[in-house]
């Protein structure tokens, strides 16, 4: 079973920026989108950035200009760059992935943990 692994959250002050890294492991015969996703205080869970396994990005509005999403298709690991961070950009981050696990089956929708990101003003 493939999972997920989020780090390099933490506290910044406004302005200021961090790097997002998540690694897949596990049973792993193709990963097809790889993104990031967001979950703040009280509100639903936010689509960030996703990229496609050739290298196409989307980005939410929000995040346009600031945020930078790449892979690693060799290391099997999604990066976002967060720059000019925002105290509303404050959430807990889950790297997702659809992973299929060997060549028979179908692709499956992987989460992981979360990291928590904290911009103070």
């Known amino acids: 079973q493939a999972q997920l692994v989020e780090s390099g959250g933490g506290l910044v002050q406004a302005g200021g920026s961090l790097k997002l890294s998540c690694v897949a492991s596990?049973?792993?015969?193709?990963?097809?989108?790889m993104g990031w996703y967001r979950q703040a205080p009280g509100k639903e869970r936010e689509l960030v950035a996703t990229?496609?396994?050739?290298?196409?990005?989307n980005y939410a509005d929000s995040v346009k200009g600031r945020f930078t999403i790449s892979r690693d298709n060799a290391k099997k690991t999604v990066y976002l760059q967060m720059n000019s961070l925002k105290p509303e950009d404050t959430a807990v981050y889950y790297c997702?992935?659809?992973?299929?696990?060997?060549?028979?089956?179908?692709?499956?929708?992987?989460w992981g943990q979360g990291t928590l990101v904290t911009v103070s003003s």
């Open positions: 596990g049973s792993i015969f193709s990963i097809t989108v």
């Open positions: 997702n992935a659809k992973i299929q696990s060997t060549w028979y089956t179908g692709h499956v929708e992987v």
């Open positions: 990229i496609s396994y050739g290298g196409m990005r």
